[in-house]
């Protein structure tokens, strides 16, 4: 579980943890890792990682596997969010971006898929990582986002960072089909904004307008989703569907997009004031 740190990621270690999984907790910041373990107990193990390094992905990994059993699920969660024109950030912010989005899922899958390949059904590794038993093949499950899908003005470059993770990984399924590997699945969970400590400081933001302009989700939301996909394996899932329904239409007709997302992004701000007037309130 990598981005497990905090968040999002955490609430789905958790989830995973109280389906009977024994969770290897992933985060760049070693000490949210080991507090989250802690945390989310059951056994729970941690390991600071960066996944822009494919070494110290395959380190965490095979840490795991040395503690017995194989490796049922892999969950792609760290990413981060920078807004704003592509040519008013700098090259190390676009390469940030870039680097633990797309690369970091593309770094996940590969040593998901190593291990997997390696250790699925009728191998001696046993299943002691979790519920699934022998007879499960594996699960790669990735945190993607409606920015995978459609264009999303004021995050242009990490709107590109997720539909690389959204070719990267539908390609990869396919791949693995016509490779005749039939007991690995990848979904995608494609959420809209959610409210988790990486939009908490964007209220003020208004390139990140579009990420407040549905219904914001919590954390639970997208959670559950990954359940779903846990009990039946889905390509894509986008959460809410309707929202997934909007994105992929304005993919297909770029000009109702052009037309139509302003519109969403003005909507947006008004939410974004909203939610500050509450806490304002709130703190009176």
């Known amino acids: 579980m990598t981005g497990a740190g905090r968040g999002l990621g955490k609430d789905i ?12 907790v992933t985060d760049i910041d070693a000490d949210s890792a080991a507090a989250a373990a ?7 193990t941690w390991a600071a990682v960066d996944v822009r390094d494919h070494s110290q992905v395959e380190a965490a990994r095979d840490a795991l596997l040395a503690q017995g059993g194989r ?3 892999w969950v792609n969660n760290a990413g981060v969010l920078l807004t704003g024109p592509a040519w008013e950030q700098t090259e190390d912010q676009r390469r940030l971006l870039m680097e633990v989005n797309a690369l970091g899922t593309i770094n996940g899958t ?60 539908t390609s990869t399924a396919i791949d693995l089909r016509l490779a005749g590997v039939d007991d690995i699945a990848i979904s995608c969970i494609c959420p809209d904004g959610i409210w988790t400590p990486m939009i908490h400081d964007k209220l003020t933001d208004p390139q990140a307008a579009l990420s407040f302009s549905g219904s914001l989700l919590q954390p639970g939301d997208v959670v559950r989703a990954v359940g779903r996909v846990l009990d039946s394996p889905r390509l894509v899932t986008a959460v809410p569907s309707w929202r997934g329904a ?23 701000r008004r939410t974004q004031r909203r939610i500050l007037a509450t806490q304002e309130s709130a703190r009176r």
């Open 110 to 169: 590969i040593a998901a898929i190593d291990a997997m390949r390696d250790h699925g059904p009728g191998s001696s590794a046993g299943s002691e990582g979790g519920p699934g038993g022998a007879s499960s093949g594996g699960h790669i499950i990735t945190i993607a986002s409606l920015a995978g899908i459609s264009a999303v003005p004021g995050e242009a470059v990490y709107a590109a960072s997720k539909h690389a993770v959204m070719g990267f990984s």
């Open 38 to 44: 802690a945390e989310i107990g059951g056994g729970a």
């Open 246 to 268: 909007l994105a992929r239409l304005g993919a297909t007709f770029p000009r109702l997009a052009v037309a139509g997302l302003p519109l969403m992004a003005a909507q947006g």
């Open 71 to 73: 490796l049922e699920v």
């Open 13 to 24: 270690a958790r989830m995973l943890a109280g389906r009977g999984y024994r969770v290897m």
